[in-house]
């Protein structure tokens, strides 16, 4: 059907145009630690080539595709910029990470280049206006992420919420996505938010006992930082009773799907047992996945190229991540936009507008439907994980959020017992879908979503100016030895959810 629709849309390709060869410089880093290296992700891009290629019998559409490596930073923009000598690129696709895709994507625009990447997924990229004018998210941003858990905290009732995640003051990851937590949750729950920052040596930080506390404190504990450090922290937190079901435990993991789920607990060492029990406390928010036919086909063809290339240091390369699925998805969109745009009498070289063309629409992705939102983010569902079989420790998806209408959906295996405070005052109760079944849950949800998109939505425009100050306040915690170097390239991207 995809195809289809794919084949029309190229076939109707203007005839008069004659052969394009669109050169594309994809910029994402060489080395296969990361889910998204290019070794990893270049099948992906062949097999939508191939895609487009198969649904355009004229051949009039061909793309060129050349590789430069991001290293993750700052060669990401040594790179546009020396290959871009002779000719510059039509399209650049990457880079994933926040600091390499700010500089990128400055340029981009200043060059009137379209820009799409399944990375830049830290909050400040969503001010398309200015110097991010040309960049396309195909993957969820951080703040689509973390509308789940607005919509969590409506839905519950929940009143305080601690955030605790590792900072590695280079790629800042978890830096990132915890800070869409704190912009979206800010304006809620006010002096109830807190932040935790882990840092330094191993035995450090897990002693420390003012993040127990802070653990003690809070209604719902929200982290972001490696799987062991989250079993350390979940194992120290069952040590305390701290998992007794006066606290909720949230991690994030949008990505790293061998980090999650059945097993995440286990490591065959003697805490096994412990840890089992310490994670019945712990849920897991993460992407909602979908498949279809089509879907297998790409898995298996992907599979096989990276098996044949024999990539160095690949872990786990068998398994198909967002991001391979995000950069196929990026060339489609191009590809689809690109044909519109040349329809209408623009070319190539029209950056702006093929970049217009790429949002607001909804298209169909490698996996399902691929929504872009009219500021040219992805729209994304999520999904709640939970352990629902505590004798075996195996998890299972137990709520959806959907983006496209705000929508909290609550599945057979809900726990509600699990998202219940125990042993703290009653939280009032505005939520009668516990009684009333699911007709009415869904209902709460629909008006829930929307009262909760609207009023997060000038919330977020009104505190925004707040934020610096407020923050300063909230994280006593968190060290001030980011030193003047971290801080020039922190406010490269604008970000304020740092000890600045
Ligand atoms: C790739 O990254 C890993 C982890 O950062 C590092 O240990 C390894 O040396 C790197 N490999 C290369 C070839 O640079
Ligand atoms: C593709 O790009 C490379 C360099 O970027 C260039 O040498 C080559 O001629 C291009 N191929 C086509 C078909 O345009
Ligand atoms: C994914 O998670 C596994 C298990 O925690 C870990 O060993 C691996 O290094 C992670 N991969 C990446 C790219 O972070
Ligand atoms: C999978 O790919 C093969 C060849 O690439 C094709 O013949 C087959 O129809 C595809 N299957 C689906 C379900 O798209
Ligand atoms: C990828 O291929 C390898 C070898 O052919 C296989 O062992 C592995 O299970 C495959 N992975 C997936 C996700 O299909
Ligand atoms: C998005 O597209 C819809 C129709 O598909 C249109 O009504 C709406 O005005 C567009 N929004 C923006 C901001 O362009
Ligand atoms: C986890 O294991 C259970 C039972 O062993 C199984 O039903 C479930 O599908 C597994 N979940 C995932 C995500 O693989
Ligand atoms: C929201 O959208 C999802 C996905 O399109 C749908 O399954 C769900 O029923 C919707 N929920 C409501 C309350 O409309």
Redesign the pocket.
């Given at each position: 059907m995809a195809?289809l629709i794919l084949l029309c849309v190229l076939l109707l390709w203007p005839l008069s145009s004659g052969s394009e060869v669109v050169d594309v410089l994809v910029i994402l880093p060489k080395n296969n630690s990361y889910l998204f290296s290019y070794p990893r992700v270049a099948p992906a891009l062949q097999y939508a080539q191939r895609r487009l290629r198969g649904a355009d019998p004229h051949g009039a559409l061909t793309f060129n595709l050349s590789y430069a490596d991001s290293e993750c930073g700052n060669s990401a923009l040594f790179s546009l910029v020396d290959d871009s000598c002779e000719k510059r690129p039509d399209l650049i696709l990457g880079p994933v990470c926040e600091y390499a895709a700010a500089s990128v994507a400055r340029l981009a625009s200043h060059w009137d280049i379209p820009m799409v990447t399944a990375g830049a997924l830290a909050a400040a990229f969503s001010q398309k206006s200015g110097e991010y004018s040309h960049l396309t998210r195909v993957a969820p941003s951080y703040l689509k992420m973390a509308e789940t858990f607005a919509a969590m905290f409506q839905h519950f009732s929940w009143r305080s919420a601690l955030l605790v995640y590792e900072d590695d003051k280079e790629e800042r990851t978890c830096h990132f996505t915890l800070e869409a937590v704190f912009l979206l949750l800010d304006p809620d729950l006010h002096d109830h938010l807190r932040t935790h920052m882990l840092s330094g040596a191993r035995d450090e930080r897990l002693d420390a006992e003012d993040l127990l506390h802070a653990v003690r404190e809070a209604e719902v504990v929200i982290m972001c930082m490696g799987a062991d450090v989250i079993r350390e922290v979940m194992l120290a937190a069952h040590r305390r009773r701290l998992t007794d079901g006066s606290t909720v435990y949230f991690n994030i993991e949008l990505f790293n799907t061998s980090s999650y789920g059945n097993g995440s607990w286990k490591r065959g060492d003697k805490l096994d047992t412990e840890a089992r029990l310490a994670y019945a406390s712990l849920n897991t928010v993460t992407l909602l996945k979908t498949v279809k036919?089509?879907f297998?086909?790409f898995s298996m063809?992907v599979n096989r190229s990276i098996q044949k290339e024999r990539l160095a240091d690949c872990q786990d390369c068998g398994s198909i991540n967002m991001f391979l699925e995000g950069f196929h998805d990026a060339l489609l969109l191009y590809g689809i936009a690109l044909h519109e745009a040349t329809r209408k009498g623009f070319s190539k070289k029209d950056g702006a507008q093929i970049t217009a063309h790429m949002w607001n629409r909804t298209f169909e992705g490698i996996a399902g439907p691929v929504s872009m939102d009219a500021n040219g983010d992805r729209e994304q569902d999520f999904s709640i994980m939970a352990m629902t079989r505590p004798e075996e420790g195996s998890y299972e998806v137990v709520a959806n959020y959907f983006a496209i209408n705000g929508s909290f959906q609550v599945l057979p295996a809900f726990n509600t017992d699990r998202f219940t405070l125990r042993g703290r005052r009653k939280p009032s109760p505005p939520t009668p879908e516990k009684s009333y079944g699911l007709g009415v849950s869904a209902l709460t949800g629909i008006i829930v979503g929307a009262l909760l998109g609207t009023a997060l939505l000038m919330a977020f425009y009104f505190f925004r100016k707040n934020y610096r100050i407020s923050i300063d306040r909230r994280t006593r915690l968190e060290q001030c030895d980011i030193g003047k170097h971290r801080q020039l390239r922190e406010d490269s991207i604008r970000s304020n959810f740092s000890a600045a």
């Open positions: 195809s036919p089509e297998e086909n063809e």
